[in-house]
């Protein structure tokens, strides 16, 4: 194995076997599931547990993203260190069980990463939804605009971008919520999905997955009663300057955003 790292309770229960093996055999409920991709929900030793099994792409996946000048994702590396960035930024994701990576072979190379269920919990998207017909408390509201500027700036100034940034992939889950809606500052959101996210590509391309990041992220909230005034707070808070400022300095950046 190229990389591996192993926590209770895999450590104890795949002792003497081949991690690839072992997690290959693993049955529960099927996610999704593409070409030389699946992931699924199972539990181990009475918890609750994600795999994302990586079976190799074939050269044709890698000559497509190559041809088009994107980074192939080949194997489950890209979100484990993407998961280790994240939490060196203090920011919520999800936590790490598991994880192996074999073969020199970008095209057939095998790994999985194994996450722990952060259930029982909410999207955004679900949460956000129902809003235009049930309106959230103001303080509540505002906080999570703030919080999803908080952590796109701190991503986006750590070179870390998500490359999938919709309101579907922030978790708040259920034990939190009833503190967060009487005590918003408490609230705390969980990002996931990182298999895409780019760490610190090259500079000249930053502003290009910036957009990408910040249109996706305004295109998921179009349906969900976000106001104008909401458009405003965020993009006061993640760029840390007046809105007179913002938009006499980085007005082609914001319009780039709002046209993608």
Same mark, same amino acid.
């Given at each position: 194995?190229?990389?591996?790292?192993?926590?209770?309770?895999?450590?104890?229960?795949?002792?003497?076997?081949?991690?690839?093996?072992?997690?290959?055999?693993?049955?529960? @409920? +099927?996610?999704?599931?593409?070409?030389?991709? &699946?992931?699924?929900?199972? $539990?181990?030793?009475? =918890?609750?547990?994600? /795999? !994302?099994?990586?079976?190799?792409?074939?050269?044709? @996946? +890698?000559?497509?993203?190559?041809?088009?000048? &994107?980074?192939?994702?080949? $194997?489950?590396?890209? =979100?484990?260190?993407? /998961? !280790?960035?994240?939490?060196?930024?203090?920011?919520?994701?999800?936590?790490?069980?598991?994880?192996?990576?074999?073969?020199?072979?970008?095209?057939?190379?095998?790994?999985?990463?194994?996450?722990?269920?952060?259930?029982?919990?909410?999207?955004?998207?679900?949460?956000?939804?129902?809003?235009?017909?049930?309106?959230?408390?103001?303080?509540?509201?505002?906080?999570?605009?703030?919080?999803?500027?908080?952590?796109?700036?701190?991503?986006?100034?750590?070179?870390?971008?998500?490359?999938?940034?919709?309101?579907?992939?922030?978790?708040?889950?259920?034990?939190?919520?009833?503190?967060?809606?009487?005590?918003?500052?408490?609230?705390?959101?969980?990002?996931?999905?990182?298999?895409?996210?780019?760490?610190?590509?090259?500079?000249?391309?930053?502003?290009?997955?910036?957009?990408?990041?910040?249109?996706?992220?305004?295109?998921?909230?179009?349906?969900?009663?976000?106001?104008?005034?909401?458009?405003?707070?965020?993009?006061?808070?993640?760029?840390?300057?007046?809105?007179?400022?913002?938009?006499?300095?980085?007005?082609?950046?914001?319009?780039?955003?709002?046209?993608?």
């Amino acid at each position: 194995y190229r990389y591996m790292e192993l926590s209770d309770p895999f450590r104890d229960v795949w002792q003497g076997q081949d991690p690839w093996d072992a997690a290959s055999k693993l049955r529960g @409920e +099927v996610y999704r599931q593409v070409e030389g991709r &699946r992931t699924l929900q199972f $539990s181990q030793g009475g =918890e609750s547990f994600f /795999i !994302k099994l990586h079976e190799g792409v074939g050269w044709k @996946e +890698v000559a497509k993203n190559l041809l088009t000048f &994107r980074k192939p994702i080949v $194997s489950a590396r890209q =979100e484990f260190l993407a /998961i !280790k960035a994240m939490q060196a930024l203090g920011l919520d994701t999800m936590k790490t069980a598991a994880y192996a990576e074999s073969g020199a072979n970008p095209a057939a190379r095998k790994s999985f990463l194994v996450t722990h269920d952060l259930s029982p919990a909410d999207s955004l998207e679900t949460i956000c939804q129902q809003w235009p017909n049930s309106p959230p408390a103001f303080r509540f509201k505002h906080r999570i605009v703030e919080e999803l500027a908080r952590i796109a700036r701190l991503m986006h100034e750590s070179g870390i971008f998500h490359r999938d940034f919709y309101l579907c992939h922030f978790l708040l889950p259920d034990a939190c919520l009833p503190s967060a809606t009487k005590n918003p500052e408490t609230l705390r959101l969980h990002v996931i999905d990182l298999h895409r996210a780019l760490i610190r590509p090259f500079a000249f391309r930053w502003t290009r997955w910036q957009v990408k990041d910040l249109a996706a992220l305004y295109f998921s909230t179009l349906d969900c009663g976000f106001s104008r005034q909401d458009y405003y707070r965020f993009i006061r808070a993640y760029t840390g300057q007046p809105l007179r400022v913002v938009f006499q300095q980085q007005r082609n950046f914001w319009q780039k955003v709002y046209r993608r």
